[in-house]
Structures are given as structure tokens and as C-alpha cells.
């Protein structure tokens, strides 16, 4: 699968007019056991600012989206065999994600184990993979469609070929059931 995404923006010209303002493949960047994600749009408000021709999606920013921003990203999965060999810790720095916030479970000590507060839609487009959760988790394939509450969540491709899902994160509120002191719920 390739590491990068043609990313095609529309918006204004001067006089009003609808134009293409952007049409280039963005390239992915690859992280910790092999995950690439190439970022595509940012927002840092809502409503969203669709003024100017800036490219939003030109910055460094780690997974969470802006507190009542959002983030369009594409990821690439690579398939993991066996035991994965990453430092929870390193891995939530490196995605600048939450790891504090966790209940004990079946699958709560994966490495990959995080959390953001952001309502994330992900769509798969390609391959297939698990999402963990506390104690459960499902499998998903192309075509199919995840709405993620805030929850401690991982994913994990264990199929044989990359997996690739598009995100679309927008900041949300604590959960009612997790406000207070992390690890008290």
C-alpha cells in the first residue's frame, strides 16, 4: 500500500468562485512499530474557519485534535506478530496521547493502550484490524465504520496485509463517567 494520500482542497478564489486550491499527494510519516499516518486537514475552532487559502494540514501536531478543533488523518496498520515490543510510555509521548486515564482490564496493559478526548470516526478503507478495548474488542474490515467515544482503546492488525483507516477527530467533553482524578473510575 502506498505512504502517501492525494489530498485535493476546494475553496474560494477572489470573486466568490468555487476552485481547487490544493492537489498534491501528501506523504506519511511513520512512527512506532511501523505505523505511518499522513496528515491531512486541521482545524483549531468550531464552526471552522474556511477563509483564506492557507494549508491547514501544514504542522506538527501529535494525535489529539485541537480542544474544539479537529484532525483528518490517514493511517497505515502493518500486520504484528507475536509480542509487540513498545514502551507504552515512549509511544503515548511520541503520539502526544493520554495514558494516565486507565481502568484495569483484559486488554488495558497493550502497548498500544490510549485514550483521546475527541469523538473519532474511523473508516476502514483497506485491510482488516481489532480494535481492543477495557475488557473486549472487535474486528473490522473494509468498508466498515467506527464511532470511538473517548474510550481506552489499541489497535492491532494481526491480519497479512496493511490496514489502512482514515480518522476524522473532533474535540470533545470528558465522558461524565471519567471527569475527576485519572485512574478514580
Not at 466568490?16 to 499516518?37: H, K, N, Q, W
Not at 487559502?53 to 490517514?74: C, E, F, K, Q
Not at 480518522?167 to 485519572?182: H, R, S
Request: proline letters at 5%; glycine letters at 10%.
Amino acid at each position: 500500500m502506498p505512504n502517501k494520500v492525494r489530498r485535493v482542497v476546494t475553496g474560494h478564489d477572489g470573486q466568490g468562485t468555487a476552485v481547487v486550491l490544493m492537489d498534491s499527494d501528501i506523504e506519511s510519516v511513520t512512527r512506532s512499530a511501523g505505523v505511518s499516518s499522513a496528515l491531512l486537514w486541521v482545524t483549531d475552532e468550531t464552526p471552522a474557519d474556511m477563509s483564506g487559502s492557507a494549508d491547514r494540514g501544514a504542522r506538527s501536531i501529535g494525535v489529539p485534535p485541537p480542544r474544539n478543533g479537529s484532525i483528518l488523518r490517514v493511517v497505515d496498520f502493518p500486520p504484528v506478530a507475536g509480542d509487540i515490543k513498545v514502551d507504552n510510555a515512549a509511544f503515548t509521548a511520541e503520539m502526544g496521547i493520554d495514558a494516565q486515564n486507565r481502568r484495569k482490564g483484559k486488554y488495558t496493559d497493550h502497548p498500544f493502550m490510549h485514550r483521546t478526548k475527541s469523538i473519532d470516526y474511523a473508516i476502514v478503507l483497506a485491510g482488516e484490524i481489532d480494535m481492543l478495548l477495557d475488557d473486549s474488542k472487535v474486528h473490522l474490515k473494509a468498508g466498515d465504520i467506527m464511532v470511538q467515544q473517548g474510550t481506552n482503546h489499541a489497535w492491532v492488525n494481526t491480519g497479512k496485509e496493511t490496514c489502512r483507516i482514515a480518522f476524522v477527530l473532533i474535540g470533545a467533553q470528558e465522558p461524565d463517567v471519567l471527569k475527576g482524578t485519572p485512574g478514580e473510575h
